[in-house]
């Protein structure tokens, strides 16, 4: 199948009549109608609304919306169960970065601070169990109209990739807090399958499927497009964490002072000296407030040296062919549309995204 990939824009507030804006600006105005329910609540409304607040790529409500059209017919692009789909989407996983934020003890998130270094770990917590919560309301209401077995399909899903993305996340905090070292490329992919594939590509791109669909197209059509792509943006998530990126919007080495495995730690490990890695194993040993900037900058040198950066690099690019060639297997057959134009440019776009 050939398709000419589309630029796909994804900054905070993207190009005014791009796909990808007015996806955007109809996902926020059904978001901020769920909010505003719970706006008056003291010490809990105005802490949900904070990241939803902030911007975001909005990848994924536009990978939900775009995918409901595709495999629909003839749906506008107000099309209502994809856009409630959308919101209850951005409400998970905004949930979901405030604990991710307490659970890392990460400083900033899109360039300001996380939500428990301005209120507190408490508060930050409670905030994201009331947003995972609401982030039911619009799903319900998406499948209400279209029946019983769309339902059942949309909740099938939903409780698999909630299943996943806790395993990985579990995979991930047992992997830093227990300080196991001895782990290998493939484990590191298994958890980054689980932990960001499911949650950010594959669980939207099949609630836009089932929804699009009536429930008439096998969901996991597109797991496995969503499965390479997932970790080519892991991977490229990873790595920018190491440069100076002022779209990234976290902390610059953040995931060094953490602890965090890496494809880069995981490799370079491997790769060093025996005294190399006796150093590096003592680093990793240290609680994070032991660690100081100088260890920091010397393990990502070390990564430089090994050329570990490079080496991720190239398994990033490499699940990014990938993921095109399963988007041609998966989309097989659709006819050419902005929407489909838009998800054969997210392959590029992992890499090229501001």
């Known amino acids: 199948m050939e398709v000419s990939p589309q630029p796909v824009f994804a900054p905070a507030e993207p190009p005014e009549g791009s796909l990808v804006a007015r996806y955007a600006r109809s996902t926020r105005n059904v978001l901020d109608r ?28 536009a990978i939900c919306i775009a995918n409901a059209r595709i495999f629909g017919e003839n749906l506008g692009e107000d099309y209502a169960p994809a856009i409630r789909c959308a919101a209850a989407i951005e409400m998970l996983h905004n949930a979901l970065l405030i604990h991710d934020d307490v659970q890392d003890g ?55 990739m909630a299943r996943q993305t806790a395993e990985g996340q579990a995979l991930e905090l047992g992997w830093r807090d227990r300080n196991i070292t001895g782990l290998t490329e493939a484990d590191y992919l298994q958890m980054a399958l689980k932990k960001t594939a499911w949650m950010g590509m594959i669980w939207p791109a ?26 080519a943006f892991q991977i490229e998530d990873d790595l920018r964490n190491l440069s ?60 430089e040296q090994h050329e570990s950066i490079e080496y991720a690099r190239q398994i990033a690019h490499a699940m990014g062919g990938a993921a095109m060639h399963e988007f041609s297997v998966a989309y097989a057959g659709k006819p050419q549309s902005e ?15 501001p």
């Open 106 to 160: 990460s400083e900033e998130r899109r360039g300001r601070p996380t939500l428990h270094a301005l209120h507190g770990v408490p508060l930050a917590i409670n905030a994201g169990d009331a947003l995972m919560f609401s982030a039911f309301h619009p799903l319900l209401d998406a499948v209400r109209p279209l029946g019983s077995d769309v339902s059942r399909q949309v909740l099938e899903v939903t409780m698999t």
């Open 206 to 231: 099949q609630l836009g499927v089932i929804v699009g669909s009536g429930g008439y197209v096998d969901p996991d059509r597109v797991l496995r497009f969503g499965y390479f792509l997932g970790l």
């Open 339 to 353: 929407d489909l134009e838009y998800l054969a440019g997210l392959a590029s776009w992992v890499f090229e995204r």
């Open 34 to 61: 769920y909010l505003a329910l719970e706006d008056k609540a003291p010490f809990l409304g105005e802490l949900m609304a904070d990241y939803p607040g902030r911007g975001g790529k909005m990848m994924r409500p």
């Open 244 to 303: 100076f990126d002022p779209g990234y919007g976290k902390e610059r080495n953040g995931d060094l002072l953490e602890g965090k495995r890496t494809l880069m730690l995981i490799h370079v490990r491997d790769a060093c000296s025996a005294n190399e890695r006796k150093r590096l194993d003592a680093f990793l040993a240290k609680p994070r407030s032991e660690r100081d900037e100088a260890e920091v900058l010397w393990l990502a040198q070390l990564m």
